[in-house]
C-alpha cells in the first residue's frame, strides 16, 4: 500500500529519531507516541516488531489504556481516510504515487530540505507548493483572484464614526495565574470566594490568551484595549473628527474558561474599571451570558410573539435563538454575538448605529502614526465609500463590499512603518518535522504581505475602480454595515474555537446571487501590543492555542463540505492559500500526525510532564471533535443547520418588530421600553 512507504520515512527523520526513542525513553507515552507513527507504516521491520509491543503491553496498563485506544482508533481512522481518497480522487492518488516514488529512492533524505519538504507538501500541504520558489508571481495571482472591478460606490457611506458605528471586543476571563493567593488580591470577599471556588474546578473552554484576574493593571488586557480606544477618541475629537460631547458606544462580551466565573466576571470587570479607568470617551457595556439570557426571554422571544402569523412556534424559536445568542463557549459564539448585537441595538435602541467594528483589547490605533503614513485617522478611513460598495469579483460574481477589513503592526515593529506586516513571509523551513505535513504560518505570513498589505498606489489597484476583496482577516480590526448584516446574516457557528473571523465569511460563500464580501481599506491598521504586556497569558495558554489549531483543520475541512454540499472546490480554490490550508482532503490524518509529532517534540525539549499534559489534554479535544465531524450526517452539520436556523428566527424578529414600531404598536413600545432597561443595566460607567 502506498502509505505504508510514505509514513515509513518517518523512521528515518534524523530530527525525530524514532529508533532512539523506541530503544532509550522511559516514560511510556513518549513511546507509545513514537511507535504510533512507526505503526503508521508497515515498511519499519523490527521497529514495527517492537511499536506493536509497546502498544500490547500499554493496553493492558490501566494508565495507559484511554491513551492506547486513541491511537488505535487513530491508526484506523487515517487507513480508512487515506484508501478512501485515494479512490475517489485521481489527483490525489497520483501525488500519492509521485511522492512514493520519490521517498523510495534511498539518496531521498541527501535531498536539500527544500526539494524534501515540497515532495511532502504536494501531498499533505498542496496551498503552499511553489511558494518557496515563486512567491513574487504567486502573490500577484492571489491579487488578481481579489480584485473588485466595475465599483458602484455606497451612495450613502458612513459619515460620523463616533456615532454610527459601535466599537465591539471581548473579554475572555479566566482563573489567577498558578500558585496566586486569592486572598492577596485585595477584592471584596464575596467576590474573593466566588474566585476560589472558580479555581478548584476543570477548565471548559481554552482561548489564546485570556486574562488572569488578579494580573497587575499594567498587564490587564481590559484596561488596556479600553485606556487605547478612549485615548483615540480623544484623538479623534481634537483633530475635528467627533464631536466634542459625543461618546463612543463600546460593547464588551465576556467569555470566560471555568463555568464558576459566568457569575463573577462582571464583578470582577466593574471593580477593575472603578479603581484604574473612567474612559470619558466611552459608553461601556458588558454582556455575560446571564445578560443575553434575558434579552432573550424578555425581549426577542416575547417580539417574535407580536407576529401572529408564527403562532405557536414561540417554542421552537426559544430553542433556537437560545443556542446562537450568547457569549460564552467557543470564540465563534461571542464573534457572532458582536456582530449580531448591533442589529439589535439598530432597532430596539438607536437606529443611528450603522455599523459594528470589531478591535482586539490588545490592539490600539496608532493615531499619529495612521495620520502621518496614510493621510487618514482611524476614523477618517471608515468613511470611504467603497464599505458598502457593489462590484464584480474576479469570477464575474457580483459582490457587495459591506464588510471592511484592516490590518496590524506589532509593536515592536511600528517603528519600521505601520505597513510592517505582523507576520512576516518567512521562507526559512522549520526543523521540526510536523512542518512536513503542515506549516501554516508560512502561509500566513505570505497572505499578511499579499493581502492585507496590499498598497493600492503601489499594486497598479486604485483603491478606488477596483479595490481588494479579503478572505484572511484578523479576529480585530474588521467590521460590517448593520444594512448588510440584517440582509446577509453571517455567523460563525458556536462551535468554531479557533479562527473564528475567517470562519465568519463561509457561511454566506456559496450562497446564489450577489456575494458578501470584505472591502480591504488599505491603510486601516492597528497597533497589536500582546507581546508588550500579556506574554504570561500567552505562555499559559499555548497548549490549548496548538491543540484549538488542530481542531481548526476538522472543523474548517467538515464545515466546507457540508456548506458546499460536497462540491468543495468551488470555494477552496477561493479561499486558498491561507484560510483554504485549513480545508483539508485529509484532515484526520493531519491531524493525528500533527498531534504526536508535536507531543515528541515536547518531550524532547521540556519537562516530560508537559508532554504529558498536552497529550491528555489533546486526546480528549481531538477525540470529541473527530466525533462531532464523523460521518456522512455529522453532529456538525447538524448543529450547523440549527445554528442558521437559529440566526434566521433571529433576523426575522428584529424585522418583524422594527415594522410593529412602525405601525405604533403598543406592545412593540413597551417592549421596546424594556429592552432600554437591560442595556441600562449592562453599561458599567457613567
Known sequence: MITDTIFSVLQNDPGLNLNKIIESSNNYLELLTASFLVRLGSNNGSLLTDAERIFAKAGSSPGLKEQTAFFEEGLARIKKEFAERMEHDKLFMEKAAALESSISDPAFLNQPEEVQYEAFWSLFFPEAEGILKTKDSMTQALRKKR??????????????????????????????????????????????????????????????HPVQIGVK???????????????????????GHMAEGDRCTCIL????????????????????????????????????????????????????????????????????????????????RHYSFLKAIAAFWQVFADSGKRGTFKIDLDQVFPEEELKNQTGKSAFEHFLNPLWGAEGTDFRGDMVELGMIAGALVNEKDIHKGIFTPDVPFDNTLPREPEARFFNSKLLMGFSTEAELMTRYRNSGIDGKTKCIQRIHVTGGTNGILTTHLRKYRPFTPTFIGRAEDQCYILSVLSKKGK????????????RHDKEAFAMDAIKAAS???????????????????????????KIKTFIDPFTGCFVSKIPVTIVYIRYALKALEIFRNRDSRDGEVFLRQGRKRIQAAVNFTEGDDSQLSKQLNAEKAGWNYYYDILDSFEKALKESSVRAAELQEKAAGLLANCRVNR
Open 543 to 569: 497548549f490549548g492555542s496548538t491543540i484549538g489549531d488542530y481542531i481548526r483543520i476538522l472543523f474548517f475541512s467538515e464545515y466546507a463540505e457540508v456548506v458546499t454540499r460536497g462540491e468543495i472546490e
Open 147 to 208: 480584485t473588485v472591478t466595475d465599483i458602484v460606490p455606497n451612495p450613502s457611506p458612513i459619515t460620523d464614526p463616533g456615532k454610527e458605528i459601535i466599537f465591539t471586543s471581548n473579554i475572555i476571563l479566566t482563573v489567577p495565574a498558578e500558585g496566586t493567593d486569592p486572598d492577596s488580591l485585595n477584592m471584596p470577599e464575596d467576590l474573593t470566594e466566588k474566585i476560589k471556588a472558580a479555581m478548584q474546578e476543570e477548565q471548559i473552554y481554552f482561548y489564546d
Open 253 to 332: 462580551s465576556v467569555s470566560v474558561t471555568h463555568r464558576g466565573l459566568q457569575q463573577t466576571a462582571k464583578q470582577y470587570i466593574q471593580h477593575e474599571i472603578s479603581l484604574y479607568g473612567s474612559f470619558e470617551n466611552l459608553d461601556i457595556f458588558i454582556f455575560t451570558e446571564e445578560d443575553t439570557e434575558k434579552i432573550v426571554h424578555s425581549v426577542l422571544l416575547p417580539a417574535a410573539e407580536i407576529e401572529a402569523s408564527w403562532g405557536d412556534s414561540s417554542t421552537l424559536v426559544r430553542e433556537r435563538v437560545l443556542q446562537v445568542f450568547g457569549v460564552d463557549g467557543e470564540y465563534g
Open 515 to 526: 456575494k458578501l464580501a470584505y472591502l480591504h481599506e488599505d491603510g486601516l491598521i492597528m
Open 217 to 239: 493593571p499594567e498587564n490587564n488586557e481590559i484596561l488596556y484595549g479600553l485606556r487605547g480606544l478612549d485615548e483615540a477618541c480623544r484623538w479623534e475629537k481634537d483633530h
